[in-house]
């Protein structure tokens, strides 16, 4: 059974910074993506940051340059690294993973992920 466990989360201020951590068991990511997803009250489930197992990464345009995305492969662990954060990034974050290799296109779309966390929530305040 797949199981991704996130912690990390808590609540700032803004311009701070918080570091997500996503424990994965009875799950390889040789071969799949694995990704960062955040979801708002009123708002959709948006694709926040992805990487697959060659290394290739994609992040949304809302956190381009202050979020970073990395794996301890030997922990099987997901991290994302948030800086520079602001009130808008106040969300419930959750850590997914692919069943497969996808395509760059799909990397932050939820609908192509297969196992999911419960959870953490961040808040950013002003």
């Known amino acids: 059974q797949v199981q991704l466990v996130e912690s990390g989360g808590g609540s700032v201020q803004s311009g701070g910074s918080l570091r997500l951590s996503c424990a994965a068991s009875?799950?390889?990511?040789?071969?799949?993506?694995m990704g960062w997803f955040r979801q708002s009250p009123g708002k959709e489930r948006e694709g926040v940051a992805a990487q697959c197992s060659d290394g290739t990464t994609r992040y949304a345009d809302s956190v381009k340059g202050r979020f970073t995305i990395s794996q301890d492969n030997a922990k099987n662990t997901l991290y994302l690294q948030m800086n520079s954060l602001k009130p808008e990034d106040t969300a419930i974050y959750y850590c997914?993973?692919?069943?497969?290799?996808?395509?760059?296109?799909?990397?932050?779309?939820?609908?192509?992920?297969?196992?999911w966390g419960q959870g953490t929530q961040v808040t950013v305040s002003s």
């Open positions: 009875g799950y390889t990511s040789s071969s799949t993506c």
């Open positions: 997914a993973a692919a069943r497969y290799r996808l395509g760059w296109w799909s990397f932050l779309l939820s609908n192509y992920y297969s196992y």
